[in-house]
């Protein structure tokens, strides 16, 4: 299988690739869009600020072939947020697959505390990313913006108040947690991905 990860110079990429390869699967890490538009697969991840990183993806092409693929692209953290309309994170325009803004965490208590940080559950799951799952599972997130619930939500969180912890629309799957993070259930998720 040809696993494409889009390098738009986010963090946190390597910790993925390590994920994936111990499903047996080596991911290959690029921002050629020519190599990225003929992968079976494509994974966007990323720990980084929307402005600089919608900046990367226009000067190089990406942004257009990724809004063009026909084939499952996961995003994770940052990456399902650039899938999104707009970012209060540096008010900028994102990728516009889902037609949802993304927005910043208000503490409403002292002890909302922002990041969001740590593990937390996800719920109403209904995608075949979540196959196999029995209830409320433990993620890993981190994270000071959200994506509020909307009709591509997959899976929900409560922190501060209900987000989307997980969106779809056709090909196109996102994460705000982590899965190469969040243990045997985040390895259940990226095997599901793999599997579609």
């Known amino acids: 299988m040809n696993v494409a990860i889009v390098d738009y110079k986010a963090g946190n990429i390597y910790s993925v690739i390590h994920a994936l390869e ?5 991911p290959l890490l690029t921002d050629n869009p020519e190599l990225i538009a003929k992968a079976d697969k494509v ?6 600020e929307a ?3 919608m ?3 226009k000067q190089h092409g990406l942004d257009r072939v990724i809004r063009e693929l026909r084939q499952p692209l996961l995003g ?3 990456g399902q947020q650039l899938l999104c309309s707009h970012s209060e994170e540096s008010d900028v325009d994102c990728l516009g697959i889902f037609d949802v803004p993304v927005l910043r965490f208000c503490p409403q208590r002292h002890e909302d505390k922002v990041p969001h940080m ?3 559950t996800i719920g109403q799951t209904r995608s075949p990313l979540f196959r196999g799952f029995e209830g409320n599972e433990f993620v890993y997130f981190v994270h000071s913006f959200y994506v509020p619930e909307c009709e591509w939500t997959v ?3 409560d922190y501060i108040q209900p987000f989307s912890a997980a969106l ?3 090909n196109f799957y996102a994460t705000q947690f982590h899965p190469e993070k969040s243990g045997d259930a985040g390895e259940r998720i990226l095997q599901n991905f793999l599997d579609l």
Not at 43 to 48: A, E, S, W, Y
């Open 22 to 26: 111990r499903l047996g699967v080596s």
């Open 43 to 48: 994974l966007f991840p990323g720990q980084g």
């Open 51 to 53: 402005g600089n990183a």
């Open 55 to 57: 900046r990367y993806l």
């Open 76 to 78: 994770i953290c940052i």
């Open 118 to 120: 740590g593990w937390n």
């Open 155 to 157: 899976a929900t969180t």
């Open 168 to 170: 779809r629309r056709d």
